[in-house]
């Protein structure tokens, strides 16, 4: 007996980031985001792997948004959590980025996603907001929180970020 379904398919497409990359070095990072946001630079690929926009930027806050799918699914039929902390370690990272000069680069050390509820596909579109809480000279804090349209908590992340000084040019 053959149970076999059609496969569901979703197309991924995303930019070149050669040119994100080079701008990195030369651009002041809250410059980039807002260039990003705005469609002048690409989306990093795996931010467009996930289908995720990148739709505020202001000094120390960033926020990304998702409407999830299938795709995102895993077993149990809601999103994964892998991809919950994709998105919130980029809304932080990205958060921690707008506060550091060209040229510095941050990596997180830590992060820790407490799951609220199921997120899915009728759960519609997602906002992830991430704020820099404190950034120093060698390490950064800062925290996600992932809310629907109606602001219901689905997730928060705190995590920690370890900033690197530019390197030889």
């Given amino acids: 007996m053959n149970n076999a379904q059609p496969n569901r398919q979703a197309a991924v497409s995303w930019s070149d980031p050669t040119n994100l990359y080079a701008a990195r070095k030369r651009m002041k990072p809250i410059d980039l985001f807002r260039a990003v946001r705005d469609g002048r ?19 120390g806050e960033v926020a990304l948004a998702l409407t999830p799918a299938e795709q995102h699914y895993d077993h149990s039929g809601s999103m994964q959590a892998g991809i919950l902390a994709a998105l919130t370690d980029t809304a ?3 958060a921690i980025h707008t506060r550091v000069p060209a040229g510095v680069s941050c990596a997180t050390l830590e992060l820790q996603v ?14 992830c907001v ?3 809480i ?3 000279a060698r390490t950064a804090t800062a925290e996600a929180e992932l809310f629907d349209a109606a602001g219901a908590l689905y997730a928060t992340m705190s995590t920690s970020f370890i900033v690197l000084p530019p390197g030889p040019v």
């Fill in 92 to 94: 932080a990272g990205y």
């Fill in 130 to 132: 991430g704020r820099a």
């Fill in 114 to 127: 407490s799951l609220i509820q199921p997120i899915t596909a009728p759960t519609g579109r997602i906002r």
């Fill in 41 to 59: 630079m690409p989306i990093e690929p795996c931010m467009a792997l996930l289908g995720a926009e990148l739709v505020l930027v202001a000094p």
């Fill in 134 to 136: 404190r950034v120093g």
